[in-house]
C-alpha cells in the first residue's frame, strides 16, 4: 500500500503563486509516475500535471502550461507543483495521485488540498 499525503493549499488572490506538495509513503519502490489532478465545484476531476519517476519527464494540461511546473524528490519520495500566476479558474481541490509500474492508472491517491483564487 501507499500513502499519499498534500499539503500547501490556501486562499490566494489571482496573480499570486503558491506551492503544493505530496509525500508518499508505504510501497514506493514501484513508484512509475506521480501527477496532480483537480476537480473544482460541479466539474469532474481534471488532469494537471505528471512527472515520471525515473526520467523526470514531465507533462501538463494545456490550462496550466507555462504557469505550473512539477517536480520531484526521489530521495524523499515527494512531488511538488509550483503554480505561479495564479488565476479565479485554478480554484479546485488539488489531488496527488502515484501510478505504479505495469499498472495503466493512478491506484493511489491523497486526501486533497484545497486552492482558493480570489479575483
Known amino acids: 500500500q501507499v500513502q499519499l499525503v498534500e499539503s500547501g493549499g490556501g486562499l490566494v488572490q489571482s496573480g499570486d503563486s503558491l506551492r503544493l506538495s505530496c509525500a508518499a509513503s508505504?510501497?514506493?519502490?514501484?513508484?512509475?509516475?506521480m501527477g496532480w489532478f483537480r476537480q473544482a465545484p460541479g466539474k469532474e476531476r481534471e488532469f494537471v500535471a505528471n512527472?515520471?519517476?525515473?526520467?523526470?519527464?514531465?507533462n501538463y494540461a494545456d490550462s496550466v502550461e507555462g504557469r505550473f511546473t512539477v517536480s520531484r524528490d526521489s530521495a524523499k519520495n515527494t512531488i511538488s507543483l509550483q503554480m505561479n500566476s495564479l488565476r479565479p479558474e485554478d480554484t479546485a481541490v488539488y489531488y496527488c495521485?502515484?501510478?505504479?509500474?505495469?499498472?495503466?492508472?493512478?491506484?493511489?491517491w491523497g486526501q486533497g488540498t484545497q486552492v482558493t483564487v480570489s479575483s
Open positions: 495521485a502515484l501510478m505504479e509500474y505495469g499498472r495503466p492508472t493512478y491506484d493511489y
Open positions: 508505504g510501497r514506493t519502490f514501484s513508484t512509475a509516475a
Open positions: 512527472i515520471g519517476w525515473r526520467s523526470a519527464i514531465t
